[in-house]
């Protein structure tokens, strides 16, 4: 006959749910980034881990039906729990940094994770089952669900906002796997002390403390070799911001910026891209005054709008602040694009383009979007005729937009798809492109009014690259940047963000950008 649980005792069982569901929860958004940022597919990445995640959680409960009995001791149920938690304490420390090991020797990354979130959903999935029945010996069966789910979803509710908004930003990827296998070593060592079934594992759960501890300090610099294994040069700084992990590196007179493990620029050959991208578009209005710069949080495409004598004012929206920080802050990044930043014309603001261009302050006299490739959905979106609708009555009657459209020679159908979205309005298009050394191809399209014709004025002031040949040139667009189905073609939508697709098929051939 199993003895009664004290009010005391209840209060730890109950807590013990809702730290457990929001560990598991973590941890299951923890895996999803970190498979996102290994293998480049944030849709996959997601799907794999939250279907494999729940089916797991699924066994678990069902596992713990051949433990849970009426016949089963409460000690039995109690040890069980115990062990539940204690096994979770080195999945949580040492998986994740078995992810980038694989990733950094080519080894199978999603088989890996598939293993490692079945062995967490399992795990998860028993601690619920098991606490609902130690509980139900002691109150009604009704209430125990209600309370037991009830923090278990407000469990859930604390790590879904917790690990974007404070962990990831702050801790990053592998110091919030070493801080969460605390939890888990916790509550086992909570209800040692809380139930005298458990006392004879008190010692135990007590030692185990400081070596998670240990394994989580040095998994962190661990982490960082790891990490500087896959690039090919010195990393010279590194920073986890709730939407991406920034990198970079440098070697002798060579600077890299990734963004999640992409190559954004070289500095031998990025004034290539950012001249391409910004003074066509300025040379194609007759007085650029106001520019709106969408992205470019690096500050290079900045650089080069500021060159244009015209130019009164600059607003720049960027997402990411440690973006931004690092492009103000970093000397080497800094001097690069000659700190631009610092520019009593430039006005920054942070937070998604798709949010705040309804309340820009046009008309602007050239909008230049700088985005990554779209390969996600929230990417995806800002090259959508949604998008396009908030931004174009943004520019004046003599207005200019362009924006980077990948690479034509690898993924065509991603350009056309970007050209046939804007035409959708009254504008004219123009799609041209450069060879970048570090990317090969890359593609851009131009958009202005269908009543203005498309004229350049002179550059006023010499290029390291760009000249009126150069421009002729990228005008020039090979027709084998073109899907050999043109009419087929489709705009990308919210609704249906096709991009994505296009921007896949092709992935593994294609320089990411």
Same mark, same amino acid.
């Given at each position: ?12 069982? $109950? ?8 560990? #598991?929860?973590? @941890?299951?958004?923890? +895996? ?51 062990? &539940? ?55 009604? +069966?009704?209430?125990?669900? !209600? ?29 919030? !796997? ?7 070593? #916790? ?10 079934? +458990? ?23 661990? #982490? ?5 294994? +896959? ?74 709008? @500021? ?8 607003? $720049? ?9 690092? !492009? ?85 159908? &991603? ?78 939508? $919210? ?19």
């Amino acid at each position: 006959m199993n003895r009664s649980i004290a009010p005391s005792q209840v209060r730890v069982l $109950l807590v013990t749910a809702m730290l457990s569901s929001a560990a #598991g929860l973590i @941890l299951e958004l923890l +895996l999803v980034t970190q498979a996102s940022y290994l293998a480049g597919n944030a849709t996959l990445a997601t799907g794999v881990v939250v279907g494999t995640f729940l089916a797991a959680m699924g066994l678990g409960a069902w596992l713990t039906e051949f433990l849970a009995v009426s016949s089963t001791p409460r000690a039995a149920l109690l040890r069980c729990l115990f062990l &539940v938690e204690l096994s979770l304490c080195p999945l949580c420390l040492l998986g994740p940094l078995a992810l980038f090991q694989l990733f950094a020797v080519d080894g199978p990354l999603w088989l890996a994770v598939v293993v490692l979130t079945i062995l967490v959903g399992i795990l998860g999935g028993m601690e619920l089952p098991l606490i609902t029945r130690l509980l139900e010996t002691q109150q009604q +069966l009704r209430q125990v669900l !209600a309370r037991v789910l009830a923090l278990d979803y407000f469990g859930s509710l604390l790590g879904a906002l917790s690990f974007p908004l404070l962990l990831l930003p702050t801790l990053g990827l592998l110091p919030t !796997a070493a801080a969460l296998a605390l939890v888990p070593i #916790g509550c086992a060592c909570w209800l040692s002390w809380t139930f005298d079934d +458990l006392r004879r594992w008190r010692r135990g759960a007590l030692f185990s403390i400081p070596l998670i501890a240990a394994g989580g300090f040095f998994s962190i610099p661990l #982490g960082d070799r790891i990490e500087d294994s +896959l690039y090919s040069d010195p990393v010279i700084s590194r920073a986890q911001s709730r939407f991406q992990r920034i990198v970079l590196t440098r070697r002798r007179g060579d600077m890299r910026l990734y963004l999640d493990g992409n190559l954004q620029f070289s500095s031998r050959d990025e004034y290539r891209y950012h001249e391409a991208l910004v003074h066509p578009a300025m040379a194609a209005h007759p007085n650029p005054k106001r520019v709106l710069l969408l992205g470019a949080g690096d500050g290079l495409a900045l650089r080069e709008v @500021l060159r244009w004598p015209n130019v009164e004012r600059v607003d $720049l929206i960027e997402l990411d602040q440690a973006m931004l920080t690092l !492009a103000q802050e970093h000397p080497a990044l800094q001097s690069l694009n000659q700190n631009s930043f610092a520019d009593p014309r430039v006005n920054v603001e942070v937070g998604d383009a798709f949010g705040l261009l309804p309340d820009q302050p046009g008309p602007f006299d050239v909008v230049i979007a700088d985005f990554p490739d779209p390969d996600t959905a929230a990417v995806a979106r800002l090259y959508s005729v949604g998008f396009y609708s908030r931004l174009l009555p943004l520019m004046g009657s003599n207005g200019v937009f362009v924006t980077q459209a990948s690479t034509p020679f690898f993924t065509p159908l &991603v350009l056309a798809s970007i050209e046939k979205s804007l035409q959708h309005f009254p504008v004219k298009t123009h799609p041209y492109s450069v060879t970048v050394p570090s990317f090969g191809p890359w593609g851009f399209v131009l958009a202005h009014r269908e009543k203005q014709p498309l004229t350049f004025q002179p550059v006023p002031f010499e290029a390291r690259w760009f000249d009126r040949a150069q421009l002729e040139r990228m005008l020039q667009f090979p027709k084998d940047y073109r899907p050999s189905d043109q009419d087929s073609v489709q705009a990308n939508r $919210l609704s249906r963000p096709i991009l994505i697709d296009y921007q896949r098929r092709d992935r593994w051939s294609a320089p990411i950008r």
